[in-house]
Structures are given as C-alpha cells and as structure tokens.
C-alpha cells in the first residue's frame, strides 16, 4: 500500500524543538525533540526517520553513551534491546548519534530503539557509515540539510527477536538541499558492501517505487 510523505518545510526558529508537517503517514507519527518517526508496528521499526542537520549538531560536544533503551512515546510499544541479542545483527541507527551532537538530550533520543534497525555489521560499519559522515560533511559545506532515512521491506533477510523484528533487505537515504532546492538519493542493500557510495546514488523515484512512499509534496 502507498503512502503520502507531505514533508512540508517550515521556516525553523531558533528553538529547542525541530517543527515539521507531516500531515500524512501510515504508522504511528512521533515526534522527538530533532527528529520524526513513522513507527511500523509490524516490522517493528520506523518506516521513515526524518530530521533536519545543521552545524552546530554535528559540531556539538555531546558525549557517545551507547544507552539503547526502548521508545516510551511509541503507543503500541517499540522493539526491545532482547530482539538484538544474539542475533548477530547491530542495531542500526537511521538517524546517526553523530548527527545528535547538539545537546545530552538529543543524544540520549537517538538511542531509542525506535531509531534502530537490524542491519548486517559489516553494512553497518562499514559504507552506511560512510555514507553518514558524508551528510555531515555535506552539511558543514551547505548550513543546513533535510534528511530522510529508513528501511526498505523487499527481498528481507527474515526476523530478530521476541518481537520479530523484520530484517530489512535494502535501506534508503534522501538528502535535501533547501538552498539549491535538489535531492541526493542513496538505494543500498542491507549486506556488506565494497563499492564507493556513490555507486548506490539513484532518482529519487526509483527510492518511491521500492519503499512506496511518496516525496513529491516535499520535493
């Protein structure tokens, strides 16, 4: 089934909170204080994590704790750290802690296991990190980006957990430039992965087709 992703950016004053519309979404809409989430209930994860990076939140001091803890705001209940263990998979973040640099609280909300996703070590340490420190480094050179990242649920590699937490078979990320007003799509399979990123760059169409959601009112 489609769903609608109206992304629609708001001119952000300086404050505390990140302010987006996102009036349409199949999943359960959370809101943490610099990041949203479309919760699926039946994978067990986000189907989209959206936020919007800027310089100081990557510039923060913020430290690294590793405090994985489940989702209090997730009505139907979020995936638990038991779902991981053992499973051989990490628990991907979709949005990075790098990127929650800003302050203790927003650290601490990246950790929620609402943000995480089974994702194969050697994926996950390896080219969707780098593809990470490259928004960062995209972010240092352009102020400000919006990023979208989540799951794709085609060709999964089975479940984690208690919970049977879906372990998805690709994962996307899409960038936002709101001064060129352009898009950088990335389409990468949930393994390990030898070739440079840029390999996996795709038309943001091709990210609606697989995943079935829409980006055109944001775009």
Known sequence: ????????????????????????????????TYYTLSYNEENEQANWVAYKLTREMIQGVAVRKNKF?????????????VDY???????????PAAAMKINAKAMSESFYMS?????????????WKSLEAKVRKLTVENDSLYVISGPVFKNNKGEIGPDHVTIP????????FPRQKKTLSYLMPNRKIE??????VVPLDSIERISHIHFNHLF
């Open 85 to 95: 263990k053992g499973s051989g998979y990490d628990r991907g973040h979709l949005c």
């Open 115 to 127: 943000n995480m996703s089974p994702q194969v070590p050697g994926f996950n340490r390896g080219k």
């Open 69 to 81: 803890k489940e989702d209090p705001d997730v009505e139907t209940g979020s995936a638990k750290l």
């Open 195 to 200: 070739k440079n990123i840029d390999a996996f």
């Open 169 to 176: 078979g690709y994962y996307f990320k899409v960038i936002y």
């Open 1 to 32: 089934m489609k769903y609608t992703l109206a992304f629609l950016l708001i001119l952000l004053s300086f404050c505390s909170k990140a302010q987006y519309w996102l009036p349409k979404s199949i999943g359960e809409l959370v809101t943490h």
